[in-house]
C-alpha cells in the first residue's frame, strides 16, 4: 500500500482527530480517510476501540488511519490530545452528551484551542431534547424511526434488517456534513448528528405519505410483482416489474412456457396492485416450475429487471459483474474489503494504508508537534 491520497480531493490534507469506537463514527471516519483526510483514531491505552475484538470489521472500518493512545482523563494525555487539536481541521466523537465536557475538552474548549475546529458528535438522540441521555442502540432507533410503519411484505409483516441501517445513515450524513463544513469558511462550528433523526429522515420518506390509510397496505408500497420468488430447485430470484412494459414483455415472451400469464388482466401497475395476492400467487407457481439456471438464461434474453438473491456471502466474491467492476480487493490475505463504491474518472485508489495497531503512531505524531 504506497498510494497517496487523492490529489483532486477537498478532503485531502484535512486532518481529522476521531475518538469515536465501534460502528456510526469510524464508518463516516473510514469514508473520509477513503477519500484523502488524514484521520488520527485516537484510542485508550488500555484495550483501544472495543470495535478491535472483531479483527475483520474493524480492519474494514479503519485502513486509511493512524493511531494515537491517549489516556484522555489524565493530564498528560489531554494536554497531548489539544495540541493534536492545534493542527486538526476537525473532531468526531460518539460519547454521550456531556461526556467530553466532564473532560474539559468540551466545543468551548476546543473552540478556543483551534478557532477553526469543526466537532462533529454522533450520538443516539442527539445533543439536546428528553432522549438525549438515555442509552440505546440501533434497534432502538429504528423502532423510533418509522420503518415498523412501512409495510415490506404482502402480510404486512416488517423484519428488523440484519444490516445496521440506523448506524449507518448517521454515519452518511455525519461524513456529508463534515465534508461541508470542511469545505466552508473555515469557522468553527459544533455538528450535531441524531443517528434516530438520521435514519427517521430516510424511513419518513415512505412512513408519512402512509398517513391517510386505515391500512398500510392499501398505499401501494406492497406490489405481488415486485418481490422474492423460489426456484424448483430451491434458489431466490429477485423480480422487479414495476413499469408495465415490463410485465407486459415478461407475460408476452414467457406466454408459451406459461399459458396462465397469457392474460391483459394486470397489464396495468393499478390493476397489479389491486390484485397483488392474485399476482404473487400466479408469479410463484411460475418461478417454481424451472430452476434457477432456466430463469437465468430465460429472464436474461427477454431483459426483465431481475436478480439473483445473494444468500450466501461467499457468493458476493463471485458475482461476474462485482467482479469486472473490481468491488472487492483482499488487503494482505485478510478479509476480503469492498472499495470506495464510487469509480472516479480522475482516479483514485481505496486500499493505501491497513488498519493501525493501538497506538502505533504515537511516537512519531505526539512527537512532532510543537509544546
Not at 195 to 215: N, Q, R, V
Not at 279 to 298: C, G, K, S
Amino acid at each position: 500500500m504506497t498510494a497517496t491520497s487523492p490529489p483532486w480531493s477537498a478532503l485531502t490534507g484535512k486532518r481529522i482527530l476521531d475518538l469515536s469506537r465501534l460502528l456510526p463514527g469510524p464508518y463516516a471516519t473510514s469514508m473520509l480517510a477513503d477519500l484523502g483526510a488524514d484521520v488520527i483514531k485516537v484510542e485508550d491505552p488500555v484495550g483501544g476501540d472495543p470495535l478491535r475484538v472483531a479483527p475483520p470489521l474493524f480492519e474494514a472500518l479503519n485502513r486509511n488511519k493512524r493511531s494515537v493512545a491517549l489516556d484522555l482523563r489524565t493530564g498528560g494525555g489531554r494536554d497531548a490530545f489539544l495540541r493534536l487539536v492545534r493542527t486538526a481541521d476537525a473532531v468526531v466523537e460518539s460519547f454521550r452528551p456531556g461526556a467530553l465536557d466532564r473532560l474539559d475538552l468540551g466545543f468551548d474548549t476546543l473552540h478556543e484551542t483551534n478557532p477553526r475546529l469543526v466537532l462533529c458528535s454522533l450520538t443516539g438522540y442527539g445533543q439536546t431534547g428528553p432522549y438525549a441521555t438515555k442509552p440505546g442502540h440501533e434497534l432502538n432507533f429504528l423502532g423510533l424511526s418509522g420503518f415498523f410503519a412501512v409495510p415490506g411484505r404482502l402480510d404486512g409483516s416488517i423484519v428488523r434488517p440484519g444490516v445496521r441501517i440506523g448506524d449507518l445513515a448517521g454515519a452518511l450524513h455525519a461524513a456529508l456534513a463534515l465534508t461541508a463544513a470542511l469545505a466552508g469558511d473555515g469557522e468553527g462550528q459544533h455538528i450535531d448528528v441524531s443517528l434516530t433523526e438520521s435514519i427517521t429522515a430516510w424511513c419518513s420518506l415512505f412512513a408519512l405519505p402512509l398517513l391517510g390509510f386505515a391500512d398500510p397496505l392499501a398505499a401501494g408500497l406492497v406490489q405481488g410483482d415486485n418481490d422474492v420468488f423460489t426456484t424448483a430447485d430451491g434458489r431466490l430470484l429477485s423480480l422487479a416489474t414495476f413499469e408495465d412494459k415490463f410485465w407486459h414483455c415478461l407475460r408476452t415472451e414467457l406466454a408459451v412456457e406459461f399459458p396462465e400469464l397469457d392474460t391483459p388482466a394486470y397489464d396495468r401497475r393499478t390493476d397489479r396492485t389491486e390484485a397483488k395476492e392474485q399476482v404473487h400467487a400466479l408469479l410463484a407457481n411460475v418461478f417454481a416450475a424451472r430452476d434457477h439456471d432456466w430463469w437465468n438464461r430465460r429472464l436474461t434474453e427477454i431483459g426483465a429487471p431481475w436478480a439473483p438473491v445473494i444468500d450466501r456471502p461467499a457468493d458476493l466474491l463471485t458475482d461476474p459483474h462485482v467482479n469486472a467492476r473490481k468491488l472487492f480487493d483482499s488487503q494482505e490475505g485478510g478479509t476480503p474489503q469492498a472499495r470506495f463504491p464510487v469509480v472516479f474518472g480522475a482516479g483514485h485508489e481505496t486500499f493505501r494504508r491497513p488498519a493501525p495497531a493501538l497506538g502505533e503512531h504515537t511516537r512519531d505524531l505526539i512527537g512532532e508537534l510543537p509544546m
